[in-house]
């Protein structure tokens, strides 16, 4: 009996602990996030970027624009003149909480052609009480 009771118990706490957590960040959402930030740096607009990026990531118009402006001197391309779109969906983790932004985060890898080049990288969306929005773009090459 107090085995049936505890069993019940117990499954009913992880019950409520996982639906408090929320529903994680949904892929397709994840990969508009992604995909709306390289328009806006192929578009030159920075603001744009900003406004898809998650409070915890504290990046500001000037940081992005100093990561485009390195990734086009590292790289010989130009947002302004150069094409940009992400090619495939190489893999992704998602966590439905982590303390890291105690909340929920996605990552998804990407191969990315910007004029002629292909990068690899991978952008962390994150989903918490602070909000919606990409917390890191990371370039692997």
Do not use: R
């Not at 602990?17 to 994680?24: D, E, K, L």
């Not at 930030?37 to 624009?65: Q, R």
Request: contains cysteine.
């Amino acid at each position: 009996m107090y085995k049936k009771l505890t069993l019940a118990f117990i499954s009913i706490f992880v019950l409520l602990c996982v639906s408090a957590c929320g529903a994680g960040v949904n892929i397709d959402e994840g990969k508009k996030y992604t995909e709306d930030f390289w328009t806006a740096l192929n578009e030159e607009n920075y603001d744009a970027a900003a406004d898809l990026m998650h409070p915890i990531s504290g990046a500001s118009v000037d940081d992005i624009k100093v990561f485009a402006q390195n990734l086009e001197s590292q790289f010989g391309f130009d947002f302004s003149t150069d094409s940009v779109a992400i090619t495939n969906y190489t893999g992704f983790k998602t966590m439905l909480y982590t303390s890291d932004v105690d909340g929920a985060m996605l990552t998804l890898k990407f191969k990315i052609n910007i004029g002629g080049n292909i990068l690899s990288g991978s952008s962390d969306i994150v989903s918490n009480g602070d909000g919606f929005g990409i917390s890191a773009i990371n370039i692997d090459n």
